[in-house]
C-alpha cells in the first residue's frame, strides 16, 4: 500500500455504516512501538475551543472559523468533522451543501502543527464526500484555493480529478484603522442602495438580469459559488451578508438615474460580508457587472458600512474579476486613495481560484491508502 509517508506507514480503516474512520499510524514501521489511532467523527459544539485555539489559526490572522464555527454546525447543509488522536483533535473540515444541495464546497480545513503530511487531511476529505453521497443529491463539488495551490491543482492534479477553473479573481487586502477612515458623503452614491429580501428574491428569478450581470453564473459569498437557486437566497442577504445594486455610472444622480429602479434595469451588483477575525473586522466586497461602470458608487457604499462597525481595526478584503481587474485597478486606487488608503503601501494582493467536478465519491481504494468497508 502507498501511504506517501517518510519513515512512516498507516493503516486506514473505514466503518461504512457510521462514517468514521480509523487510521493506526506505526512509526517507523516499527510495530513494536504503541500504534496512535486517529478517529474521524462528526464536529460538536464543545469541540469549539480545541478547534479554533488548539489547532489555531491557519489564515494568517484572518480566519473565520473562531466567528463562524458555531453557525457551521448549527447549519443543516454543513457536513462538519473532526480528527482524534486519543483525547487529542487534531484536525477539522467541513462540506457546506449549496444549490439545493446539488454542490458541496469544502471549508475551513486544518491540520494541527506536527500531524500535517499524514493523511489526516485526506481522511477528512473522504469522510465529507462520503457522507455528501449519502444524500443523493450532490452532482457538483467545488474548492477555493490562493494561487499557489491553484498552480499545483492546474498541473494535473485537475486533470485527473476532472476538476476545471470557473472563477478567477484578484484579491486586495487592506487593513487599517477605522477612526482614519473619513465620513462618506451619502450624496455621492445615490444611484446605488441595499437591495431588500423582495429584490434578491426577483433577482434569483430574473435568468437574463442574472446571466447580464453575472457571467460566471454564480454569485460568491465568502468564496462560496451560488448559483441561481431560490436556495441559495438566504447566503445573499443575512446578518452577515448585504447586496447592493446600481443603476448607471458613479457620476448618475437621483435626477439622472432610471426613474423605474427594478431589477431588470441594474447595471451592476456587490456584495459585503464580514466577520470577526485575529486582525479585527474582517470585511468582504466582490463586484459584478459587465464593465463595473458604478464601481466608485459602490466602493463608497461599502465605506460607509465600514464606518458604521463597532471595531478598531477593519481587515478589507476587495475581490475583482480578473479579467476586469486592469480595466479598475486605478480606478480602485483613486478610490480607496480618497479615503487615505494607498494600495501601494499594501503588497497583499493575491489571486483566488475557484474550482468546479462533477462529483463522485471516493472510491474504496486510494492512491494514499486502502479502504476497508467489510469490518465486522
Not at 477553473?165 to 487592506?174: A, D, M, T
Not at 445594486?245 to 423605474?260: K, W
Request: hydrophobic share 35%.
Amino acid at each position: 500500500m502507498s501511504t506517501g509517508l517518510r519513515n512512516c506507514s498507516f493503516l486506514c480503516l473505514f466503518k461504512l455504516c457510521s462514517w468514521s474512520w480509523t487510521c493506526l499510524f506505526l512509526n517507523g514501521g516499527d510495530k513494536s512501538k504503541m500504534a496512535s489511532e486517529v478517529v474521524i467523527r462528526r464536529a460538536q459544539q464543545s469541540d469549539y475551543n480545541d478547534v479554533v485555539y488548539g489547532i489555531g489559526d491557519v489564515f494568517n490572522g484572518r480566519d473565520y472559523l473562531k466567528t463562524k464555527y458555531l453557525e457551521l454546525l448549527e447549519d443543516p447543509d454543513v457536513l462538519p468533522f473532526v480528527a482524534e488522536m486519543g483525547d487529542e483533535i487534531v484536525g477539522f473540515y467541513c462540506g457546506q451543501l449549496v444549490d439545493n444541495r446539488r454542490t458541496l464546497v469544502k471549508r475551513a480545513g486544518r491540520v494541527k502543527e506536527g500531524y500535517r503530511g499524514k493523511g489526516i487531511f485526506f481522511m477528512l476529505n473522504n469522510t465529507i464526500e462520503f457522507e455528501a453521497a449519502k444524500e443523493g443529491t450532490v452532482m457538483v463539488g467545488a474548492m477555493a484555493c490562493k494561487k499557489d495551490n491553484a498552480e499545483r491543482v492546474s498541473n494535473g492534479f485537475a486533470e485527473r480529478k476532472g476538476f476545471r477553473l470557473n472563477i478567477h479573481l484578484k484579491v486586495y487586502s487592506i487593513k487599517f484603522e477605522r477612526s482614519k477612515v473619513p465620513t462618506v458623503d451619502p450624496s455621492t452614491y445615490q444611484n446605488v442602495h441595499e437591495m431588500t429580501l423582495t429584490e434578491v428574491e426577483e433577482l434569483f428569478n430574473d435568468e437574463v438580469t442574472w446571466n447580464r450581470l453575472l457571467h460566471h453564473e454564480r454569485i460568491c459569498v465568502h468564496y462560496v459559488p451560488l448559483r441561481r437557486v431560490k436556495e441559495n437566497i438566504r447566503h445573499v442577504i443575512n446578518h452577515r451578508t448585504k447586496a447592493f445594486m446600481s443603476f448607471g455610472p458613479s457620476d448618475v444622480n437621483d435626477a439622472g438615474a432610471p426613474l423605474d429602479r427594478k431589477v431588470q434595469n441594474a447595471t451592476m451588483l456587490s456584495t459585503i460580508h464580514f466577520f470577526k477575525t485575529n486582525l479585527g473586522l474582517g470585511f468582504n466586497s466582490d463586484f459584478y457587472g459587465a464593465d463595473l461602470q458604478d464601481l466608485e458608487s459602490h466602493l463608497q457604499m461599502h465605506f460607509r458600512h465600514i464606518s458604521e462597525a463597532e471595531d478598531a481595526t477593519i481587515s478589507w478584503v476587495v475581490n475583482i474579476d480578473v479579467n476586469l481587474d486592469s480595466k479598475v485597478r486605478e480606478r480602485l486606487k483613486q478610490s480607496l486613495s480618497a479615503y487615505g488608503i494607498q494600495l501601494t503601501q499594501n503588497p497583499n494582493v493575491q489571486e483566488e481560484y475557484i474550482f468546479e467536478r462533477r462529483f463522485s465519491p471516493p472510491r474504496a481504494s486510494d492512491e494514499r491508502g486502502t479502504l476497508n468497508t467489510h469490518l465486522p
